[in-house]
C-alpha cells in the first residue's frame, strides 16, 4: 500500500513566528521560497565586495530618490519572501522601519552570484517576474557578466541582456544613473 505525503508548506507569518521561539536563529542563513525554507549560500569575499559596491554607487547616484536596501527580505506573496543582495526601493521618510517591504515597493533587484547563477536564474527571477519587479540584475562573478532582465510578463522577463566589460546599463526608474558593467564587479 503507497502512502501518499503532502510537504507542509510555511506562510510568511509562520516562517517569522519559527524565528521568534528560536527554531530559526539569526545566524542561519535561509529564505523562504514557495513556502518552503531554503538554507543560502555562504557570501565569499569577492560576492560581499560586489554588494558594497553597488550599495556605495546606488546610494551616491539616488540620494534621496530611492531607498537602497541591502540583503533584507522582500515579501513576494504569502508564501515567498527572498533575501535579495540589494533593493532599490520607493523612497518613505520612514526607511521601510513601519511598513514590510513588499514586491511592488521594488524598482530594482539585484542579485549576486558566485555560486548561484543556476538557483537564481531558475527559482528566483521567474518569483520576481509574477510579483511584478520591473527590474532584475544578475552580477555573474564565473563570467564577469551583467544579466539584466526588465518587462515582467507573467513569470518571465521579456527583455533580457547580458552586458560585459566598458558595456553600461541605466536603470530603467532612472534614465540618469548609469553605471558600466566594470563599474559593478570587484
Request: one cysteine or more; aromatic letters at 6%; proline letters at 5%.
Amino acid at each position: 500500500m503507497q502512502v501518499e505525503t503532502t510537504k507542509k508548506l510555511f506562510t510568511v507569518d509562520e516562517y517569522y513566528r519559527m524565528a521568534e521561539v528560536g527554531i530559526l536563529k539569526p545566524e542561519d542563513r535561509v529564505e523562504l521560497i514557495d513556502g518552503e525554507i531554503i538554507e543560502m549560500s555562504p557570501i565569499g569575499d569577492r560576492h560581499a565586495g560586489c554588494v558594497n559596491r553597488a550599495n556605495h554607487l546606488l546610494t551616491v547616484a539616488l540620494a534621496t530618490r530611492a531607498v537602497v536596501s541591502v540583503q533584507n527580505p522582500l515579501q513576494l506573496n504569502n508564501y515567498t519572501e527572498p533575501e535579495p543582495d540589494i533593493v532599490v526601493l520607493k523612497p518613505r521618510t520612514d526607511y521601510y522601519a513601519s511598513k514590510k517591504i513588499q514586491a511592488e515597493d521594488a524598482l530594482l533587484v539585484i542579485e549576486v552570484a558566485e555560486t548561484t547563477l543556476s538557483y537564481d536564474r531558475r527559482i528566483k527571477l521567474p518569483r520576481y517576474a509574477t510579483a511584478g519587479i520591473p527590474e532584475v540584475w544578475i552580477e555573474d562573478l564565473k563570467s564577469n557578466t551583467l544579466l539584466l532582465y526588465r518587462n515582467p510578463e507573467g513569470s518571465v522577463f521579456t527583455q533580457s541582456l547580458v552586458l560585459r566589460g566598458e558595456q553600461t546599463v541605466t536603470l530603467h526608474g532612472f534614465p540618469d544613473v548609469t553605471f558600466s558593467v566594470n563599474d559593478l564587479l570587484v
